[in-house]
């Protein structure tokens, strides 16, 4: 057998140059595309080896098939583990700051890019894809205190980190440009192939379905990402999505009677409504367009944030009152339904 007499010859290798071969550590996996023959025996030395269908080389886990399937499942599994104890460190309010939980996150985004430029196109596969970005997508929702009913899309780009697939191209492209240019300066080559990827990202954040009102609010994310003040928090983080103590989400998820505004009769209480139209918050409205000289729209509010630290601390502290309000009245509405039920 050819792999016996090969193995046997790296074997007398190895003892004419004093080295010794630790049989009872060597490992094998059958490369094979055929489906009736999924193992092998191999003698090494005085043992034999059964091949197994995965195993570990230099932090990678190959398989039978060469997809990389068992990779993306062993790093997946890292990843998620290592997302559920920082969690534990990273309570949604009242916990580090944004810019602290993106320097964790990248832990897990280490682990799930480690050698990225050999398995990178395992990615062509939905399901691969699929696991990859949810568990991604974990540490993306806590980073910015996000619910976990907002979309992947969304939470990606309100919390300032490139979605892995992209990364993992990204990675890969900076692998084969050095190797075929080794002159070329690396930083040209990072600057280059961050730009393509933030050229991705944008189409895809374009062409998306999902997070629209996330898009309105946010639709150039090179801007989001690049400024250089405020930290998004809880408040911030469900007016951007959406998703938080305004009736119409509530409905949805049937935690509310009624998703309409109790104010404006036939007018559904969303974060657009509640912030730029209902007379609930009239005052404060004005009050935050007095003192940043504009009338706010959602399309102009974000960019106002982004204008100065000042108009950042404003929004948020017009945002957090608004939400604070909106969640007093929930519980308000919970405590009558109780109170309905008992009587």
Not at 161 to 187: F, G
Request: hydrophobic content about 35%.
């Amino acid at each position: 057998m050819y792999a016996n007499e090969t193995i046997s010859a790296i074997k007398a290798w190895l003892e004419m140059v004093q080295l010794d071969l630790a049989e009872q550590k060597t490992e094998a996996v059958l490369i094979t595309n055929r489906r009736k023959r999924n193992t092998i025996n191999i003698r090494v030395g005085g043992h034999v080896i059964t091949s197994r269908p995965v195993i570990k080389y230099l932090g990678v886990m190959i398989d039978a098939k060469v997809n990389f399937k068992g990779h993306l499942d062993y790093a997946c599994e890292k990843a998620a583990n290592t997302s559920v104890s920082l969690a534990r460190m990273m309570p949604d309010i009242e916990g580090p700051r944004c810019s602290r939980r993106l320097l964790v996150a990248g832990v897990v985004r280490s682990t799930l890019l480690y050698a990225a430029p050999v398995w990178e196109e395992a990615l062509a596969c939905e399901s691969n894809r699929r696991r990859v970005n949810m568990t991604y997508r974990l540490v993306a929702l806590r980073v910015c205190s996000a619910f976990r009913t907002i979309s992947g899309e969304a939470t990606c780009v309100i919390a300032g980190m490139i979605p892995i697939d992209i990364l993992a191209s990204e990675t890969r492209c900076l692998y084969e440009t050095r190797k075929m240019n080794p002159l070329e300066k690396d930083a040209e080559c990072r600057k280059a192939a961050r730009r393509e990827s933030l050229e991705k990202w944008q189409k895809r954040w374009d062409d998306s379905q999902r997070g629209r009102w996330s898009h309105t609010l946010i639709p150039r994310i090179e801007e989001w990402i690049q400024r250089r003040h405020g930290e998004i928090n809880y408040h911030v983080t469900q007016f951007l999505s959406g998703h938080c103590g305004y009736r119409k989400y509530l409905h949805q998820f049937r935690l509310d009677d009624f998703p309409l505004s109790p104010e404006c009769g036939c007018t559904p209480e969303d974060p657009e409504h509640v912030t730029f139209h209902c007379p609930r918050f009239l005052s404060g409205r004005r009050s935050l367009e007095y003192s940043l000289k504009t009338t706010l729209s959602p399309q102009n509010i974000v960019g106002e944030m982004l204008k100065s630290e000042g108009n950042w601390c404003a929004v948020n502290t017009a945002i957090k009152r608004i939400q604070e309000e909106l969640g007093r009245a929930e519980r308000a509405r919970r405590t009558r339904r109780t109170e309905g039920v008992v009587a």
